[in-house]
């Protein structure tokens, strides 16, 4: 069995300006959106964590991203201005930011109290 098969693996939604609002609202518990981009070497440094965090929630918590370079009007409504930028919602309001590389221990204790 491959590391993306099996049981408890999260599945990461890619958002777009069109469907944002739809999907965000739609889910359920909290909710992880990564704004992110292509060529951002600390976004892909944390993507493996957020992953990690989303996967052993079990369920607790949904993982979605956000290509700033290709959904620039999502980043600008949320003043995105450093990437990554991660946005916890809950029920569709923003319950907490981080921006940059956040030690694991951090995303861990944000994703405890608030899923």
Same mark, same amino acid.
């Given at each position: 069995?491959?590391?993306?098969?099996?049981? #408890?693996?999260?599945?990461?939604?890619?958002?777009?300006?069109?469907?944002?609002?739809? @999907?965000?609202?739609?889910?359920?518990? +909290?909710?992880?959106?990564?704004?992110?981009?292509?060529?951002? #070497?600390?976004? @892909?440094?944390?993507?493996?964590?957020?992953?990690?965090?989303?996967?052993?929630?079990?369920?607790?918590?949904? +993982?979605?991203?956000?290509?700033?370079?290709?959904?620039?009007?999502?980043?600008?409504?949320?003043?995105?201005?450093?990437?990554?930028?991660?946005?916890?919602?809950?029920? #569709?309001?923003?319950?907490?930011?981080?921006?940059?590389?956040?030690?694991?221990?951090? +995303?861990?204790?944000?994703?405890?109290? @608030?899923?």
């Amino acid at each position: 069995m491959s590391p993306s098969q099996g049981h #408890g693996v999260a599945e990461t939604i890619h958002l777009t300006e069109q469907d944002f609002d739809k @999907r965000l609202m739609a889910a359920q518990g +909290l909710v992880m959106v990564d704004f992110w981009a292509e060529w951002c #070497g600390p976004c @892909r440094a944390i993507a493996p964590v957020l992953e990690e965090l989303a996967e052993a929630s079990e369920g607790r918590v949904t +993982l979605m991203k956000v290509n700033v370079d290709e959904n620039p009007d999502l980043a600008g409504r949320y003043g995105i201005r450093s990437i990554p930028t991660i946005l916890f919602f809950k029920q #569709g309001a923003i319950v907490d930011r981080v921006v940059g590389v956040a030690p694991k221990a951090l +995303l861990h204790d944000i994703v405890n109290a @608030r899923a």
